[in-house]
């Protein structure tokens, strides 16, 4: 069965870093693209950010440019969001996908939530 | 970024109607959109790709159309798990981004 399972969000003060972590199972993770989609409270879906197979490209949102990094061991078949500098606007429920296509996500983990308060 | 202009916001409909939703694209994505449905507390889930394209596992009651700027899914007999909220998103272009969500209702 194709599994994503998100891990590492809490609550955290503004400015603050956290480090999200995905752990991936039932395909081939090195073969794909993955990415990091956010919701925010009673708003709609946000993508923040993906990586090509190899970790070789990384694009990101605009809002959280310089301050999350996306990352993957593909050894591990494991996804990574490092978030620093966190901000209010930050707090959501993030969610990793596997892109079947670059941009285009077809499994999704469950979600884990992350809260950015003092 | 492409904007996803989606419509309505809300809708309230009841069990065997036929359901529209529009998504429109800020410019030309060709066919790269997908429509999603997300029930509250869970993960979206994709039932439409490349505009038109059923995912598979999902039912044929769900369907899609429309290629460049102007996108309408379509529920032809609307089920009471069909509850949820639904989505468009574009990915012709980086970042990939989302309508706003039209939030689905049984009268």
């Known amino acids: 069965e194709v599994q994503l399972v998100e891990s590492g969000g809490g609550l955290v003060q503004p400015g603050g870093s956290l480090r999200l972590s995905c752990a991936a199972s039932?395909?081939?993770?090195?073969?794909?693209?993955m990415s990091w989609v956010r919701q925010a409270p009673g708003k709609g879906l946000e993508w923040v950010a993906n990586i090509k197979q190899d970790g070789s490209e990384k694009y990101y949102v605009d809002s959280v440019k310089g301050r999350f990094t996306i990352s993957r061991d593909n050894a591990k078949n494991s996804l990574y969001l490092q978030m620093n500098s966190l901000r209010a606007e930050d707090t959501a429920v993030y969610y990793c996908?596997?892109?079947?296509?670059?941009?285009?996500?077809?499994?999704w983990g469950q979600g884990t939530t992350v809260t950015v308060s003092s | 970024d492409i904007q996803m202009t989606q419509s309505p916001s809300s809708l309230s409909a009841s069990v065997g109607d036929r359901v529209t939703i529009t998504c429109q694209a800020s410019?030309?994505?060709?066919?790269?959109l997908n429509w999603y449905q997300q029930k509250p507390g869970k993960a979206p889930k994709l039932l439409i790709y490349?505009?038109?394209n059923l995912e598979t596992g999902v039912p044929s009651r769900f369907s899609g159309s429309g290629s460049g700027t102007d996108f309408t899914f379509t529920i032809s007999s609307l089920q009471p798990e069909d509850i949820a909220t639904y989505y468009c998103?574009?990915?012709?272009?980086?970042?990939?981004?989302f309508g706003q969500g039209t939030k689905l209702e049984i009268k």
């Open positions: 996908a596997r892109d079947k296509v670059v941009g285009w996500a077809d499994v």
């Open positions: 998103q574009q990915y012709d272009n980086l970042p990939p981004t």
């Open positions: 490349d505009a038109s």
């Open positions: 410019q030309d994505i060709s066919n790269y």
């Open positions: 039932g395909f081939t993770f090195s073969s794909y693209w």
